[in-house]
């Protein structure tokens, strides 16, 4: 029988659980059940204490009694055994210590491969960082540049401005004190730098009004100002480069008069006065109205900025009631005179129809046209002339 076989028979013998045992040898049941499995051995301290709990000899358990010679023999075949396992136990360490090694010289070289991959994206990382400073100093330097020709330009009398213009973003507004419109001032550069910005400087009377400017697309750069009828603006842009530098430029005067901001009808066409007139004929107990001149013209000067939606003629003999009949007019093109700010054209119509009829029942009151100008926001001015008795 093996030693793990006669210590569980003594035990079982002896009536003790191998928890008791266990205990009064001072171990744990856990190793107290590896030796009687014989997976592992007991030390000679424990085997000896085993002996004496259970009341045999060591040479009972290691079941050599029957054979044996002395006992001392027996105790070297123990210390042998014993050595044999310190022995193999030993070999195990030295086992898990190289493989300890091994896993730590594999945690080494990862942790290097990963070193030098850290290390490349470092030096990648600088290297790019390396070429936008040296894209930035470039694109500086080039802004500079430009804005340095922006100001030599300046300085020599050339313009930095491609275009300008003003433009009402509302109808004209009229209250107790002024008649005002708020507009737009939009400049176009003659050549736009990335970070380029601008202010417009306006002068009036004794005050100066600086207004940051949006950037919108096309590279025009707009402002929103208010313009009070019979004020005199001065405008100047001053431009801003990305690295500080800065040029202005004066853009012009604007005189913002009634006729910056409302048409100006003339009655025919300019130097060719048409002869609006009338009849006054009897038919029995009944007066009727006849033109002497079917044909109207009338010529209209705007600014620029606006634009014209309908022109309507009326003829009347009073200012309540229905007119007695109306004409709508058309225009020719539109033309300026030299003076940029101000458009020009020519609107005519017609009450002469073909199927009549072409004379209107009169009462009393002075005839007259009146004709009604209207605009794309809607807004309407009227305009009358009194026609003369043939």
Same mark, same amino acid.
């Given at each position: !029988?093996?030693?793990?076989?006669?210590?569980?028979?003594?035990?079982?013998?002896?009536?003790?659980?191998?928890?008791?045992? %266990?205990?009064?040898?001072?171990?744990?049941?856990?190793?107290?059940?590896?030796?009687?499995?014989? *997976?592992?051995?007991?030390?000679?301290?424990?085997?000896?204490?085993?002996?004496?709990?259970?009341?045999?000899?060591?040479?009972?358990?290691?079941?050599?009694?029957?054979?044996?010679?002395?006992?001392?023999?027996?105790?070297?075949?123990?210390?042998?055994? $014993?050595?044999?396992?310190?022995?193999?136990?030993?070999?195990?360490?030295?086992?898990?210590?190289?493989?300890? %090694?091994?896993?730590?010289?594999?945690?080494?070289?990862?942790?290097?491969?990963?070193?030098?991959?850290?290390?490349?994206?470092?030096?990648?990382?600088?290297?790019?960082?390396?070429?936008? +400073? #040296?894209?930035?100093?470039?694109?500086?330097?080039?802004?500079?540049?430009? !804005?340095?020709?922006? +100001?030599?330009?300046?300085?020599?009398?050339? #313009?930095?401005?491609?275009?300008?213009?003003?433009?009402?973003?509302?109808?004209?507004?009229?209250?107790?004190? #002024?008649?005002?419109?708020?507009?737009?001032?939009?400049?176009?550069?003659?050549?736009?730098?990335?970070?380029?910005?601008?202010?417009?400087?306006?002068?009036?009377?004794?005050?100066?009004? $600086?207004?940051?400017?949006?950037?919108?697309?096309?590279?025009?750069?707009?402002?929103?100002?208010?313009?009070?009828?019979?004020?005199?603006?001065?405008?100047?842009?001053?431009?801003?480069?990305?690295?500080?530098?800065?040029?202005?430029?004066?853009?012009?005067?604007?005189?913002?008069?009634?006729?910056?901001?409302? &048409?100006?009808?003339?009655?025919?066409?300019?130097?060719?006065?048409?002869?609006?007139?009338?009849? *006054?004929?009897?038919?029995?107990?009944?007066?009727?109205?006849?033109?002497?001149?079917?044909?109207?013209?009338?010529?209209?000067?705007?600014?620029?900025?606006?634009?014209?939606?309908?022109?309507?003629?009326?003829?009347?003999?009073?200012?309540?009631?229905? &007119?007695? %009949?109306?004409?709508?007019?058309?225009?020719?093109?539109?033309?300026?005179?030299?003076?940029?700010?101000?458009?020009?054209?020519?609107?005519?119509?017609?009450?002469?129809?073909?199927?009549?009829?072409?004379?209107?029942?009169? %009462?009393?009151?002075?005839?007259?046209?009146?004709?009604?100008?209207?605009?794309?926001?809607?807004?309407?001015?009227?305009?009358?002339?009194?026609?003369?008795?043939?």
């Amino acid at each position: !029988m093996t030693l793990g076989q006669n210590l569980q028979a003594a035990r079982k013998a002896k009536g003790l659980s191998q928890e008791t045992l %266990a205990e009064q040898i001072g171990v744990s049941r856990q190793a107290l059940g590896k030796w009687e499995k014989d *997976i592992a051995l007991p030390g000679l301290d424990n085997l000896q204490a085993a002996a004496q709990v259970l009341g045999v000899s060591v040479d009972t358990l290691l079941g050599t009694e029957a054979a044996g010679p002395a006992p001392a023999v027996t105790l070297d075949a123990m210390r042998d055994l $014993l050595a044999a396992r310190d022995a193999e136990q030993r070999q195990h360490r030295r086992l898990w210590g190289l493989l300890g %090694a091994a896993a730590a010289v594999v945690v080494v070289l990862l942790l290097v491969v990963q070193n030098l991959a850290y290390q490349r994206k470092m030096q990648s990382l600088t290297d790019s960082y390396a070429m936008l +400073q #040296s894209q930035l100093s470039s694109t500086t330097a080039d802004l500079s540049t430009r !804005m340095d020709e922006l +100001q030599d330009a300046v300085r020599q009398g050339k #313009s930095t401005v491609l275009e300008w213009r003003w433009v009402p973003v509302d109808k004209l507004h009229r209250d107790v004190q #002024s008649s005002w419109m708020p507009v737009l001032v939009q400049v176009t550069p003659s050549e736009s730098t990335t970070g380029m910005t601008a202010r417009l400087s306006v002068t009036y009377g004794d005050t100066t009004e $600086l207004h940051n400017m949006d950037v919108l697309a096309g590279d025009i750069y707009q402002a929103q100002l208010v313009f009070t009828v019979g004020q005199t603006y001065d405008l100047t842009i001053q431009w801003t480069a990305a690295d500080g530098a800065v040029a202005n430029e004066k853009l012009g005067t604007v005189d913002f008069t009634a006729t910056q901001t409302e &048409p100006e009808l003339a009655w025919g066409r300019i130097g060719n006065t048409l002869d609006y007139g009338y009849y *006054i004929n009897r038919s029995g107990n009944k007066k009727y109205l006849e033109l002497s001149c079917y044909p109207v013209e009338v010529e209209l000067t705007v600014p620029n900025w606006m634009k014209i939606a309908d022109v309507t003629l009326e003829l009347r003999t009073g200012e309540e009631g229905e &007119p007695l %009949a109306t004409a709508q007019l058309a225009a020719d093109d539109w033309y300026s005179s030299g003076e940029e700010t101000m458009m020009h054209a020519v609107w005519n119509g017609t009450f002469y129809k073909d199927d009549g009829p072409n004379k209107w029942l009169y %009462a009393d009151g002075q005839p007259f046209y009146r004709a009604i100008v209207t605009d794309a926001t809607s807004t309407t001015w009227t305009f009358e002339v009194p026609l003369q008795k043939k």
